[in-house]
């Protein structure tokens, strides 16, 4: 992390304001509405406990559905420019290691007195959104509030009961009425997935690894796949987000947006459809990739978290740029929208932080936290650190990768082509879950390809991992 500009441990001033922190009491007033009595859950990985968001769906006539997304109100609790806060604007991110969480907040914070916990009453920021029976966002509101999560969920149980392959997780079964609210909210982020997809919106289902611990000692780096109740959130942050760029922009605000610009390669990935049979059109299309997409998904499921890795190594990263009013918004291309912030994660985020700061003032008719030029800077800062912590994550992950495969070597593995640059040619197989250089048998390889390999020689301190084309 040092060598990457980002700070593992909070400064001295940080640990002493943070001793001076208290449960502050909950505000009231005309514009705080309090909207704790609905049916608010939240639904995250199941060991997760810096929860940002939660949200709750009303049915409405017509097959119509109003969905609310609560957002934890950071700000209250982290003033600009204090110790707590120039850490977080340092690091910019939470960085999530195999090894160990190291916080963008201290953890009292994060996981605690700025965190959505179950039972827990706290100040948010709700984003009201009504979606008609077509999927289509017909109306919005923004607005504060006070917020009561009343049953803290995970993916996999709530997927699980919602496929019918598992009961209903016990938290939701044991609060009146939360059956019925879930089946809403899955309903209703159905409906958002359809619109976002006949929009171009890309459907990808990429592998992540997850480190998974047997008594302390590092034991697995196995999936962790997408699934229907990450879709359920999903759809509503990426509306949600969408939402929150397009008030700023009506208040004319300026704001941080998220970007992802049309891909260079996409030769490339005309190449990978070509050899499945399908065409794609020479200049980048979205709507056209994202058929594309689909339609591999239903033909090959098995194939297709491999071909979806291609696909968004080769789409590239995203960024943070400024957004003045009336100025041209430059899009995300993955998501096929025009206007998108993020908003929705200021626990984990700081440039959620620095959107929840801008909404507030708007909000509440004050002038902008930030100038322009200050924001400038911070997209870009944001940017570099968010890259920086992929790196160190990807370092550790590397070395657990490399600690548990060192037993293997000589052993033969499928592997799929992730990385190809002058500056060498990166591999990833998948049981465990782990990417490493391929040192000989590179010539003419390229993303996407599927290949046999054999593992060759490890280095856990570097996290390096060695193949050969078998």
């Not at 690091?91 to 953890?107: C, D, G, K, R, W």
């Not at 998948?430 to 390999?453: H, N, S, T």
Request: neutral net charge; charged residues 25%; glycine residues 8%.
């Amino acid at each position: 992390m040092l060598e990457r500009g980002l700070e593992p441990d909070f400064s001295a001033a940080a640990v002493e304001q943070l001793r001076g922190l208290g449960r502050g009491a909950l505000e009231s007033g005309p514009q705080l509405r309090d909207l704790r009595a609905l049916l608010w859950c939240s639904i995250d990985n199941d060991d997760s406990r810096d929860l940002d968001q939660l949200s709750v769906a009303e049915p409405l006539s017509g097959g119509a559905v109003r969905v609310l997304v609560g957002i934890a109100d950071v700000d209250a609790a982290v003033a600009p420019g204090s110790p707590i806060d120039a850490h977080a604007r340092a690091n910019t991110t939470s960085v999530y290691t195999a090894a160990q969480i190291f916080p963008m907040l201290p953890e009292r914070l994060s996981t605690d007195l700025t965190s959505l916990g179950e039972d827990e009453e706290r100040l948010g920021i709700v984003i009201e959104m009504t979606c008609a029976a077509d999927g289509a966002l017909v109306a919005s509101d923004i607005y504060r509030a006070l917020l009561r999560n009343r049953a803290k969920l995970a993916y996999d149980s709530v997927a699980a009961w919602l496929r019918g392959t598992g009961p209903m997780p016990a938290r939701a079964a044991a609060v009146s009425g939360m059956e019925p609210q879930l089946r809403i909210q899955d309903r209703a982020a159905q409906l958002l997935k359809r619109v976002r997809h006949e929009q171009g919106a890309l459907g990808l289902s990429t592998v992540e690894a997850r480190a998974v611990y047997d008594g302390g000692v590092l034991a697995d780096l196995r999936p962790d796949e997408d699934n229907r109740a990450k879709e359920l959130i999903e759809y509503f942050m990426i509306a949600a987000n969408a939402v929150v760029a397009q008030y700023l922009e009506r208040r004319g605000c300026a704001s941080l947006r998220r970007v992802l610009r049309q891909p260079q390669r996409w030769g490339r990935i005309v190449e990978l459809a070509r050899g499945l049979g399908e065409p794609l059109p020479a200049a980048p299309d979205a709507r056209s990739l994202s058929g594309f997409l689909v339609r591999r998904q239903q033909a090959a499921p098995a194939q297709f978290p491999d071909l979806s890795l291609s696909i968004v190594k080769l789409l590239g990263a995203g960024e943070y740029v400024l957004k003045r009013p009336g100025q041209a918004a430059e899009g995300h291309f993955g998501l096929a929208v025009n206007d998108y912030t993020h908003a929705t994660a200021p626990n984990r985020r700081f440039p959620d932080l620095i959107t929840q700061r801008l909404l507030k003032a708007a909000l509440a008719g004050r002038a902008a936290p930030y100038c322009e030029e200050e924001l400038r800077s911070l997209a870009a800062h944001c940017t570099e650190q968010e890259g920086n912590a992929a790196k160190v994550e990807r370092r550790v992950r590397k070395c657990a990768a490399a600690m548990l495969l060192e037993p293997r070597i000589g052993q033969q593995f499928d592997a799929l082509v992730t990385g190809a640059s002058d500056r060498g040619v990166w591999v990833r197989i998948r049981q465990p879950v782990a990417e490493g250089r391929l040192v000989k048998g590179f010539e003419g390889a390229d993303v996407g390809d599927a290949l046999r390999v054999q593992l060759t020689h490890t280095d856990i301190e570097r996290g390096y991992i060695d193949f050969v084309r078998a």
